[in-house]
Nanobody
Framework: QVQLVESGGGSVQPGGSLRLSCAAS????????IGWFRQAPGREREGISC?????????YAESVQGRFIISRDNAKNTTVYLQMNKLKPEDTGVYYC??????????????????????????WGQGTQVSVSS
């Protein structure tokens, strides 16, 4: 069965850290750009961080720039991570990962285009809840 599975969510106090994982099952991520998307209560889902197929290009939304780090395990090509530091209450939401295959023509901006919706997201995970409160 082809799927993406997120893990690592939870409850944390402001200023704390969490590490999310997005694991592929039934396929490898070699040819896929990967993104993390957040849906906060009452808001639309937004792309907050994306990484290119080769892992050499990343994009961060302004709201998480400097606090979050996206990375991928290129050795195994099955897992992508999101290290979240200095968490704020406004980071609360359901975090989803998604995978898509951008056209070569989009490189080197494919991470940006994937986050902003210019590339079809072929697969979505089920989401993991992150809650930041004191």
């Amino acid at each position: 069965q082809v799927q993406l599975v997120e893990s690592g969510g939870g409850s944390v106090q402001p200023g704390g850290s969490l590490r999310l994982s997005c694991a592929a099952s039934g396929f490898t991520l070699d040819y896929y750009a990967i993104g993390w998307f957040r849906q906060a209560p009452g808001r639309e889902r937004e792309g907050i961080s994306c990484i290119s197929r080769g892992g050499d290009r990343t994009y961060y939304a302004e709201s998480v720039q400097g606090r979050f780090i996206i990375s991928r395990d290129n050795a195994k090509n099955t897992t992508v991570y999101l290290q979240m530091n200095k968490l704020k209450p406004e980071d609360t939401g359901v975090y989803y990962c998604a995978a898509g295959r951008p056209s070569d023509q989009l490189y080197p901006g494919e991470a940006y285009y994937f986050c902003l919706g210019y590339v079809l997201r072929d697969y979505w995970g089920q989401g993991t809840q992150v809650s930041v409160s004191s």
